[in-house]
């Protein structure tokens, strides 16, 4: 009696192990990723990057996947947990990435915001100039920034400065091309500021400042990344389930998934940048 009361198709643990034990033995790898996956996103949470309600679904979707691994209810989620595991494990280094590139510019923005300060007791620094010239081409604003390393580098001794002309040279040998030489408008005033020009011409503001400040990684981009991904999770298992499923069941649950993925969905994508 007992055994009519389990699902059709649903394997026993055992039936699994003996007829396929490599699916076991790949499950048991697969929490390899699941303690790694759990120890990351700990980490973004306690770094502030990731939401505490977020943090805690991503973490309870891949431990569901970890259990599935190795005891699906259905045994199409069997291979299924496995492969959405190893492809979350890849997940790790790409969110890593957003937020050491995020790092990194802000790193490059705070250098031009202490070059904007060195202009202040000395308008003419060419010190100033040439660190500003360099955090604008790390961010990418690459011929403003060679036009004011050009600019700089007479007022500075080569004996002494010998880094900085090698690394205008460098600019030199790869220069950019025209477009990234057009005049860039101020966002106080509109006026377009010709490449070479530090404060706007019109109204003294620092507008490279306020340009680069607009190219910084978003702080909330590698949520709403990873949020995505764990909606693809729960829609392919979502999917995976309903397909074993009889009648109109599978329609309610099909239904049930994509409510739950647009509703996470708006929650993770909405603006939240004033507060980041």
């Keep these: 009696m007992n055994a009519g009361l389990k699902p059709a198709g649903t394997p026993m643990l055992n039936d699994l192990i003996a ?8 499950g048991c790898l697969s929490w390899v990723i699941v303690v790694v996956w759990v120890i990351h996103v700990i980490n973004r949470m306690i770094m502030l990057e990731l939401d505490i309600v977020f943090g805690v679904l991503a973490i309870g979707v891949v431990v569901g996947l970890g259990f599935m691994a190795i005891a699906p209810p259905v045994p199409v989620l069997q291979p ?18 957003i937020q050491q590139q995020r790092e990194h510019r802000n790193v490059d923005v705070e250098g031009v915001e202490k070059a904007y300060e060195g202009f202040v007791l000395r308008p003419s620094n060419p010190a100033a100039q040439i660190r500003l010239a360099r955090h604008l081409y790390n961010l990418g ?10 600019g700089a580098l007479p007022g500075l001794p080569r004996r002494y400065f010998p880094d900085e002309y090698r690394m205008v040279e460098n600019w030199r040998q790869y220069p950019p091309d025209k477009g990234e030489f057009e005049p860039i408008g101020c966002v106080e005033c509109g006026h377009a500021n010709a490449a070479g020009t530090i404060h706007c011409a019109a ?4 507008f490279l400042l306020d340009r680069v400040k607009g190219r910084v990684v978003s702080t909330q981009m590698g949520r709403k990344l990873m949020v995505a991904w764990i909606v693809m999770i729960l829609c ?5 389930l309903a397909s074993e499923i009889q009648g ?8 049930v998934i994509a409510v739950g993925a647009v ?3 708006a929650l993770a994508f909405r603006d939240k940048e004033s507060t980041a």
């Design 248 to 255: 109109p069941g599978a329609l309610v649950v099909i239904f």
């Design 236 to 240: 392919a298992v979502g999917i995976a």
């Design 19 to 26: 007829k396929h034990p490599e699916l076991i033995a790949m």
């Design 203 to 206: 109204c003294g503001a620092r």
């Design 80 to 97: 299924l947990s496995i492969v959405l595991l190893v492809l979350s494990a890849v997940m790790i280094p790409i969110t890593r990435g």
């Design 263 to 265: 509703g996470t969905l």
């Design 141 to 150: 604003v690459r011929g403003h920034a060679l036009v004011l390393a050009e």
